[in-house]
């Protein structure tokens, strides 16, 4: 590599380290000020002034914070919600390689958030795994007005593969066996799951079988996350508890909550917020007033134990400050 060093430093400076035999930017930066002195005989202040040119030349001028930094790690690391203020609680969104999960009791809007986050990320491919109900495929069109330089012409849809599964070996092979296939043929974004726990309570009489086939679609899931760079969001339900002051708590117990790196909790408010405020809205409206919800991070490696609030519109769920 020729040295550019007479682009840098003054002509008579460079005349004398050139001539001591100094023609590059490393040995300037790795020789100490005595070394280059008695090579030279220039004074140690000229020589500083040699260093602090080569060093400045050298070294990339960085304004980065340490958010800015994080955040722009998050970008490669994490999948979007849908939801821009939801985005920011998890500094950027679903975590890449690992299982996220959505619980709360019914009418918190669970499905809808896995439908925005498929809709979202509709130029990777999604797989959206039903459990309980059909796909909202009518919800979907609805939602799909929300996405961002929204063109009617466009099917976000047909990236979204949708299975129906009701029974938990069913859910198991579904993971193993033709999800690898799947995945190798499409560059997967989004795993979803909605819900968890229905093929679960089917059967649920032997706990020790639940937990190893729990254990057993759990680490499927986490190895697809992350051998493909995907994430996965299981949406759960609840269960009663007498020990819980909020008196509920995400089913499938240990054997499960083990596994998820992400916990999230949607609840209801008795929160309501003019519809005035909102550009959109749907039937959920009474006396002109719509029920506030709020999203909980549980628990996250990386976040902090954050909230934020949202109601749910024609188009989606919208975070509200």
Same mark, same amino acid.
């Given at each position: 590599?020729?040295?550019?060093?007479? %682009?840098? @430093?003054?002509?008579?400076?460079?005349?004398?380290?050139?001539?001591?035999?100094?023609?590059?930017?490393?040995?300037?930066?790795?020789?100490? &000020?005595?070394?280059?002195?008695?090579? #030279?005989?220039?004074?140690?202040?000229?020589?500083?002034?040699?260093?602090?040119?080569?060093?400045?030349?050298?070294?990339?001028?960085?304004?980065?914070?340490?958010?800015?930094?994080?955040?722009?790690?998050?970008?490669?690391?994490?999948?979007?919600?849908?939801?821009?203020?939801?985005?920011?609680?998890?500094?950027?969104?679903?975590?890449?390689? #690992?299982?996220?999960?959505?619980?709360?009791?019914?009418?918190?809007?669970?499905?809808?958030?896995?439908?925005?986050?498929? %809709?979202?990320?509709?130029?990777?491919?999604?797989?959206?795994?039903?459990?309980?109900?059909?796909?909202?495929?009518?919800?979907?069109?609805?939602?799909?007005?929300?996405?961002?330089?929204?063109?009617?012409?466009?099917?976000?849809?047909?990236?979204?593969? &949708?299975?129906?599964?009701?029974?938990?070996?069913?859910?198991?092979?579904?993971?193993?066996?033709?999800?690898?296939?799947?995945?190798?043929?499409? /560059?997967?974004?989004? $795993?979803? $799951?909605?819900?968890?726990?229905?093929?679960?309570?089917?059967?649920?009489?032997?706990? &020790?079988?639940?937990?190893?086939? %729990?254990?057993?679609?759990?680490?499927?899931?986490?190895?697809?996350?992350?051998?493909?760079?995907?994430?996965? @969001?299981?949406?759960?339900?609840?269960?009663?508890?007498?020990?819980?002051?909020?008196?509920?708590?995400?089913?499938?117990?240990?054997?499960?909550?083990?596994?998820?790196?992400? /916990?999230?909790?949607?609840?209801?408010?008795?929160?309501?917020?003019?519809?005035?405020?909102?550009?959109?809205?749907?039937?959920?409206?009474?006396?002109?007033?719509?029920?506030?919800?709020?999203?909980?991070?549980?628990?996250?490696?990386?976040?902090?134990?954050?909230?934020?609030?949202?109601?749910?519109?024609?188009?989606?769920?919208?975070?509200?400050?």
């Amino acid at each position: 590599m020729m040295s550019h060093l007479h %682009l840098i @430093l003054p002509p008579k400076l460079y005349e004398n380290i050139e001539r001591a035999g100094i023609n590059t930017a490393k040995q300037i930066l790795v020789l100490s &000020v005595w070394e280059i002195k008695k090579k #030279t005989n220039l004074s140690t202040q000229d020589i500083k002034l040699i260093k602090s040119y080569v060093a400045n030349e050298m070294s990339p001028s960085s304004i980065l914070t340490s958010k800015r930094i994080l955040h722009e790690r998050n970008i490669n690391t994490k999948v979007t919600t849908g939801c821009s203020e939801i985005n920011s609680v998890l500094e950027g969104g679903y975590r890449i390689g #690992t299982i996220t999960e959505i619980f709360g009791e019914s009418g918190t809007g669970k499905t809808q958030l896995g439908i925005q986050a498929a %809709l979202h990320n509709w130029p990777k491919s999604v797989l959206y795994i039903c459990t309980e109900d059909l796909f909202p495929i009518k919800r979907l069109n609805e939602i799909k007005r929300c996405v961002p330089n929204y063109d009617p012409n466009v099917d976000y849809g047909k990236n979204i593969f &949708v299975e129906h599964i009701i029974e938990a070996r069913d859910l198991l092979s579904c993971i193993q066996v033709r999800s690898p296939k799947l995945l190798s043929q499409h /560059r997967f974004s989004l $795993i979803i $799951i909605d819900s968890i726990a229905a093929p679960f309570r089917v059967d649920n009489s032997n706990y &020790v079988q639940r937990a190893e086939e %729990l254990r057993e679609l759990s680490m499927a899931l986490i190895n697809f996350s992350q051998q493909y760079k995907l994430a996965v @969001l299981c949406i759960n339900q609840v269960t009663a508890s007498f020990n819980n002051s909020d008196n509920m708590l995400p089913s499938l117990g240990l054997a499960w909550s083990n596994m998820v790196s992400t /916990r999230l909790w949607v609840r209801k408010t008795m929160k309501t917020i003019d519809v005035n405020k909102i550009k959109a809205f749907e039937s959920e409206i009474c006396n002109d007033k719509i029920l506030v919800k709020e999203l909980i991070v549980t628990f996250a490696p990386d976040l902090a134990n954050d909230k934020v609030q949202y109601v749910i519109t024609d188009r989606g769920i919208k975070g509200i400050t």
